[in-house]
């Protein structure tokens, strides 16, 4: 049973950036898919960002593509997500996801059986 713990979360201004980190407690190259959501207050669970750890291929929700990358280190065992140009709709609860499920849509949670913690992210004008 892998387990994943967030971290780099905090609050910065609008245009700001941070890197959030998830550790994972065992190796990632076995899932289909990682990935990165976020829950804002009153909001649904939203996929934001998912990379195939055995592809490399990225997907990303519309509305950060441009401003938000994801990244996994093999060696680490750890997926990245570093964002750029923050905005007060990126506000929210962050979670780190994993998925041993084939087939699933990378962008929604319902494929995904192995979640964090969550990391929350605040955005200030």
């Known amino acids: 049973q892998v387990q994943l713990a967030e971290s780099g979360g905090g609050s910065v201004q609008v245009g700001g950036s941070l890197r959030l980190s998830c550790a994972a407690s065992g190796s990632t190259y076995g899932f289909y898919f990682m990935g990165w959501f976020r829950q804002a207050p009153g909001k649904e669970r939203e996929g934001v960002a998912a990379v195939n750890p055995r592809s490399g291929s990225v997907y990303y929700a519309y509305s950060v593509k441009g401003r938000f990358t994801i990244s996994r280190d093999g060696a680490k065992n750890t997926l990245y997500l570093e964002m750029n140009n923050l905005t007060p709709d990126d506000i929210g609860m962050y979670y780190c996801?994993?998925?041993?499920?084939?087939?699933?849509?990378?962008?929604?949670?319902?494929?995904?059986?192995?979640w964090g913690q969550g990391t929350q992210v605040t955005v200030s004008s």
């Open positions: 996801a994993a998925s041993s499920w084939f087939g699933v849509r990378p962008l929604e949670q319902l494929g995904y059986n192995y």
